[in-house]
């Protein structure tokens, strides 16, 4: 399994953009793991924002996809996550995650220890 | 999109007793059903994927059953280190991939 770190500021402004970024080490992310993120609201449970894999395809969460875009630099080997017109309803733990798969079906199974990201004036 | 609802919410043991939670798809999802741990502070953990493979190094007092939109985790005797909330996760339709709301089981 990887090692996954997530980076980026702790505090955005209302109206702002959420910029994170995921590190990935003791793995490529040319592989054939989907890159993802997930977040979780202050007290709250898990909410998938959408992945990407290394070639540059895209998955977003439909609730969040007019503000949400993904990308992958391969040499640096990490992927990251952008959040348009965040308001405080965006303040959360986001996590990165890898999703991989076997021959039934697919599921999280690394995670990075996820960054708090507060929406504030 | 496909709503996950676990119960109970959350539950009250002791160590040694055995823990059943529940989780119910709003649409058959096959076996595509994960579920994790997560504890304070840190990141959930997958403990079992298809409804009932255990990822590797998770104690084989967890186990995952159910089938078509009812599903559920078993932990057969409670251990200190459980304590934690657990989530179910369906990986049937994408998008969006869907956790239930989470079921915190406490101390008695």
């Known amino acids: 399994q990887v090692q996954l770190q997530e980076s980026g500021p702790g505090l955005v402004k209302p109206s702002g953009t959420l910029s994170l970024t995921c590190a990935v080490s003791?793995?490529?992310?040319?592989?054939?793991?989907?890159w993802t993120w997930v977040r979780q609201s202050p007290g709250k449970g898990l909410e998938w924002i959408g992945e990407i894999f290394h070639a540059g395809s895209t998955t977003y969460n439909p609730s969040l996809e007019s503000r949400v875009s993904m990308s992958v630099d391969k040499s640096k080997n990490q992927f990251s996550l952008k959040l348009t017109s965040v308001t405080a309803a965006d303040t959360a733990v986001y996590y990165c995650a890898s999703k991989d798969w076997n021959h039934k079906t697919n599921y999280f199974d690394s995670w990075g220890p996820g960054t708090l990201v507060t929406v504030s004036s | 999109d496909i709503q996950m609802t676990q119960s109970p919410s959350s539950l009250s043991a002791s160590v040694g007793d055995r823990v059943i939670i529940t989780c119910r798809a709003s649409?058959?999802?096959?076996?595509?059903l994960n579920w994790y741990q997560q504890k304070p502070g840190q990141a959930p953990k997958l403990l079992i994927y298809?409804?009932?493979d255990l990822q590797g190094g998770v104690p084989s007092r967890f186990s995952g059953s159910g089938s078509g939109t009812h599903f559920t985790l078993t932990i057969a005797s409670l251990q200190p280190d459980d304590f934690a909330t657990y989530y179910c996760q369906q990986s049937n339709t994408n998008p969006p991939l869907t956790f239930g709301g989470g079921t915190k089981v406490e101390i008695k």
């Open positions: 649409r058959p999802i096959d076996s595509d």
């Open positions: 298809a409804v009932s």
């Open positions: 003791g793995g490529s992310i040319i592989s054939t793991s989907w």
